[in-house]
Structure formats: C-alpha cells, structure tokens
Nanobody, 121 residues
C-alpha cells in the first residue's frame, strides 16, 4: 500500500519558519516527481512547489518564490522549507507524487492527508 505522510506543520508567528517533511512508504519514489500543494477551506488546492525525480529541477509558485525551498533525499523523503512565513501562507499542506514532469495542476497519482500550517500575525 502506497502512503505519503506529511509532518512538521504547526503554529508559527509571521516571519518565522517551518520545515515540512513528506515520507513515502510502500513504493520507491526515487523515480517520481514530488509536489507540494496547499488548500484553505472553500478554495481550490494550489501548487506551491515541486521537484523532479532527479532533484535537478525545482519549480515554485510566485507567492512563495524566494521564501520556500523544496528538497529531496535518497530515503524517500521530500521536504518543504518555509521561511519568512506570512499569514496568507496559512493552509493545509499536501505532498503528492507523479511520474513525469512537475506540473502545477493536481494531476498527481498519490497524495498525503495533509498537515496544517497556521501563521499568526
């Protein structure tokens, strides 16, 4: 059974940092592109950042460029380092996996259940 499990969410003040992790099990994701998305209640799920299976290509949504960094290691773990957090970054964050290139749509094959990030002003 394939599982993606996010961790690291929580409550942080504006300007602070959080590091989210996504651990994969049940399948080797070393050849999968990984993406991070976020969603607030009543809104669509939006792309935040993604990393190719080689780790050589990274992509970010405009609102997070320069503040968020996606990385991956050889242990089936993907991280999202979030710095200079803003109240508008408050959302449930999801990791996802797919074969092929990074895409900004939700066309991913596997999804985690999400972790809540709350940024207070």
């Amino acid at each position: 059974q394939v599982q993606l499990v996010e961790s690291g969410g929580g409550l942080v003040q504006a300007g602070g940092s959080l590091r989210l992790s996504c651990a994969a099990s049940g399948r080797t994701f070393t050849s999968y592109t990984m993406g991070w998305f976020r969603q607030v209640p009543g809104k669509e799920r939006n792309f935040v950042g993604g990393i190719s299976w080689t780790g050589g290509n990274k992509f970010y949504a405009e609102p997070v460029k320069g503040r968020f960094t996606v990385s991956r290691d050889a242990n089936n773990t993907v991280a999202l380092q979030m710095n200079s957090l803003k109240p508008e970054d408050t959302a449930v964050y999801y990791c996802a996996a797919r074969r092929g290139a990074v895409v900004v749509t939700t066309s991913y094959d596997y999804w985690g259940k999400g972790t809540q990030v709350t940024v207070s002003s």
